[in-house]
T-cell receptor, first 111, second 113 residues
Framework: GQQVMQIPQYQHVQEGEDFTTYCNSS?????IQWYKQRPGGHPVFLIQ?????EVKKQKRLTFQFGEAKKNSSLHITATQTTDVGTYFC???????????FGPGTRLSVLP | DAEITQSPRHKITETGRQVTLACHQT?????MFWYRQDLGHGLRLIHY???????NKGEVSDGYSVSRSNTEDLPLTLESAASSQTSVYFC????????????FGQGTRLTVV
């Protein structure tokens, strides 16, 4: 079955520093979604990537889908305290509509 | 506004009791999912449904069951609660089409004592 890894598991940064989390799949993906969960909250959809090599930006967030469609990254420029939370990738392979999530990267931002 | 609601938000139950967690969505979504979230394990899929009368096991389905008698509801039942089932449970829904986002409920914190 599909194996999903996210690295790092935890990241502590000083406010203003950049942050990147990586999602790696053992299988070629149809698409990948990213979600954010604030402490005490529920996961909220951020974005979906579909095309090989696709790059999408949302203000300070940049999402990238690998050329081989087996990995993805989320980069945050100049982190703010509002970025605190856990970021999950949800990779989708070609075999179904299951929403399987990666283990997540927990981001702490020190003011 | 359409929404997805879970009840109760908090529940304490005793080992061996049957417990049912409710999930109700008003988006008319075909797909519904149940996850549990524990420290260090992220979101693990328990059961999912692609429509009325359809149910499927996820990666951690032992000790849980679901039924889908209508589009709006997917209740999750713990047949005989165990301390290992203490967790935060999230319900989610999405449209049938491939590549659509999932909408999550607020979660239910279940403690089994």
């Amino acid at each position: 079955g599909q194996q999903v890894m996210q690295i790092p598991q935890y990241q502590h940064v000083q406010e203003g520093e950049d942050f990147t989390t990586y999602c790696n799949s053992s299988t070629t993906l149809s698409n990948i979604q990213w979600y954010k969960q604030r402490p005490g909250g529920h996961p909220v959809f951020l974005i979906q990537l579909v095309k090989s090599g696709e790059v999408k930006k949302q203000k300070r967030l940049t999402f990238q889908f690998g050329e081989a469609k087996k990995n993805s990254s989320l980069h945050i420029t100049a982190t703010q305290t509002t970025d605190v939370g856990t970021y999950f990738c949800a990779p989708r392979d070609n075999y179904g509509q299951n929403f399987v999530f990666g283990p997540g990267t927990r981001l702490s931002v020190l003011p | 506004d359409a929404e997805i609601t879970q009840s109760p938000r908090h529940k304490i139950t005793e080992t061996g009791r049957q417990v049912t967690l409710a999930c109700h969505q008003t988006w008319n979504h075909n797909n519904m999912f149940w996850y549990r979230q524990d420290l260090g394990h992220g979101l693990r899929l328990i059961h999912y449904s692609y429509g009325v009368h359809d149910t499927n096991k996820g990666e951690v389905s032992d000790g849980y069951s679901v039924s889908r008698s209508n589009t709006e509801d997917l209740p999750l039942t713990l047949e005989s609660a165990a301390s290992s089932q203490t967790s935060v449970y999230f319900c989610a829904s999405s449209r049938r089409q491939e590549g659509t986002e999932a909408f999550f409920g607020q979660g239910t914190r279940l403690t089994v004592v």
